[in-house]
């Protein structure tokens, strides 16, 4: 039987790029025990599928996942470019935070793309969440991670980015009108997705993309748009795993004086000292304090 990749899901249909080259996608159910084992195909996945003389096809068997992400739902990428606008809708470090410890927590490398830089009137701006580029850069960068700012209007970055994505598989995620989708079509003009504009009242996008598309690049490899999102909540990590999301805990952690320190308020935590002496910034600190928070309080939900 056929092996292939699923590149998209749709209402209930798979659609399958056979390996052969050259051929179409073949559209695809699921076999019904994936329902019942409560496992779903995903975008990205490789599977073997069967075809049936009308040309539809049955997916039989999921091959083992490389990774998978909840947000957006995806399996087998090894990198994330993670969208964020510098305004419109402003950069939220809380959630870009969050979304590093999903990436992180699911063995897939990030990027960070400050999307929007043509509407800074200055690159030295202050931005509502309290911090420069320059800032922001160094923070980050520092932890190891690559950080990207582009413009659509001004092309700034864009090469870097066709650069960073060609030959692997990635996806493009963020919230919603942040410009996954802009960027994508200055990437690869002939794609012409569909892009939104920006809810005046809201501040923020419409939702323009509604579902998680591979699209082959040209020389090799696939980049997925997907749709905006907001929300992002701690599913399956546990409190003892979150530390183990930030990068730069790392090398401090092993110095802490008890095992399984969750780096709240434990006296001997290595980690505080570092926060108190300028080694780890502040708001990764708060934010981390934050999300331990959000997830013991789930657990108490259930
Ligand atoms: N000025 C400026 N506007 C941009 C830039 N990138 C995107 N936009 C605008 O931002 C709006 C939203 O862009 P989209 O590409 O649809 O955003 P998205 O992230 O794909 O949004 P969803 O599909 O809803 O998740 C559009 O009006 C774009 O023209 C940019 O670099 N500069
Ligand atoms: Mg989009
Ligand atoms: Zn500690």
Known sequence: MPEGLIIKALSGY?????????????????????????????????????????????????????????????????????????????????????????????????????????????????????????????????????????SIKTKEGVQRVRDRIQGSISVFAGQSGVGKSSLLNAIMPRLQLETGSISMRLGRGKHTTRHVELLPLEKGGFVADSPGFSQLDFMQIEAEELGKSFREFGSFASDCKFRGCLHAQEPGCAVIRAKQEGRIAGHRYANYLQFLQEIKDRKRRY
Request: aromatic fraction near 6%.
């Open 14 to 150: 798979y659609y399958v790029l056979p390996d052969a080259p050259g051929a179409d996608s073949v559209q695809c159910r699921a076999r019904g025990v994936f329902k019942i084992k409560g496992i779903m195909p995903l975008v990205g996945d490789r599977v073997i599928y069967e075809t049936e003389e009308s040309g539809e096809g049955t997916v039989v068997q999921i091959l083992p996942r490389t990774s998978e992400l909840i947000r957006p739902p995806i399996s087998n990428v090894n990198l994330a470019v993670l969208i964020f606008s510098l305004v419109e809708p402003d950069l939220n470090l809380t959630l870009l935070d969050k979304f590093l410890v999903h990436t992180e927590s699911s063995g897939v490398d990030a990027v960070i793309c400050l999307s929007k830089l043509d509407l800074l009137e200055s690159e030295d701006r202050v931005l509502s969440c309290g911090f420069t580029i320059a800032e922001i850069r160094s923070v980050y960068e520092q932890i190891g991670y690559e950080i990207i700012p582009v």
